[in-house]
């Protein structure tokens, strides 16, 4: 349930066949802010940002920016571990969970985090600048190891009972594809495979897994859709382009598998969403 990204496509333009080049998280959103392939930027391992370093980040898209006169923000994942100073004039860095806890308001959705936070930015930006924001929600990136059906995606109550009533039907190319997978894939102890044994090995496991999935999907929808309302209470949404996309896609059970990484079309499609007015 998706209705403010929807009214955002029939808004712009929705790109139907969008993919990326590298079906992993951390070096695809290297590509995006470089617009080079892995093998050019070589950000290769999760703490090793080679792209950010020393002179290689004035090939990005926000240090251009910023040489041309912008006032470039992130909030949200970052997913480098690393030292971020300089690079944004306005940051705010959080991942690795779905909820946050913060003193005298106790657990916030991170997604709710992450939408403040833009809010943020968008209300403490020099007023005589063009701007850009990077805003990258965490969820519903799966959290930890948990072999609970559902238990790696924590979204809101309210939010998930959106979800309760419904049967999420399962792909349609969840077994027998497996059995037609090169022999390497198939290995129980590759990444996919286990993922698959700890989030849909039953079909209540697959069913609890896609709700909370879909509901932490719903929370950015929403989360979304009020920093956009932000920029129409500034006066700015008509001369602001808004872009909506991510880093890669996700088996959920397809071929028999879990996670991403390998290159099938359930893995390297991601939604892309471009208003430009």
Not at 143 to 148: H, L, N, P, Q, R
């Amino acid at each position: 349930k998706t209705p403010f990204l929807n009214s955002l496509a029939d808004s712009g333009i929705r790109f139907r066949q969008n993919a990326v080049t590298t079906s992993i998280c951390w070096s695809s959103r290297a590509t995006y802010f470089t617009g080079q392939w892995l093998s050019r930027h070589q950000s290769y391992r999760l703490r090793c940002p080679h792209f950010a370093r020393n002179r290689r980040w004035n090939q990005t898209w926000p240090a251009m920016l910023q040489n041309d006169g912008y006032y470039v923000g992130h909030v949200g994942k970052w997913h480098y571990y690393s030292d971020n100073k300089g690079r944004f004039d306005w940051s705010r860095f959080h991942e690795g969970h779905h909820w946050n806890w913060k003193r005298g308001r106790g657990n916030i959705a991170v997604s709710d985090i992450t939408k403040e936070d833009a809010i943020d930015f968008l209300r403490e930006r020099p007023k005589d600048k063009p701007f850009a924001l990077t805003v990258a929600f965490y969820p519903p990136k799966a959290v930890g190891i948990s072999k609970e059906p559902g238990g790696q995606w924590m979204p809101k109550r309210d939010v998930r009972a959106l979800y309760d009533n419904l049967t999420i039907p399962e792909p349609y190319n969840m077994t027998h594809s497996f059995s037609l997978l090169p022999p390497f894939l198939q290995d129980a102890k590759t990444a996919a495979r286990a993922k698959w044994k700890e989030r849909y090995l039953t079909s209540y496991h697959y069913q609890e897994a896609m709700k909370n999935i879909y509901a932490l999907i719903t929370q950015v929808d929403s989360a979304c859709e009020k920093i956009v309302d932000e920029l129409k209470a500034q006066g700015l949404y008509n001369n602001t382009m808004v872009i909506f996309t991510t880093d890669n896609g996700m088996f959920h059970g397809a071929h028999g598998l879990a996670g991403k990484w390998y290159p099938y079309q359930e893995s390297i499609r991601v939604p892309l969403i471009i208003y430009d007015p």
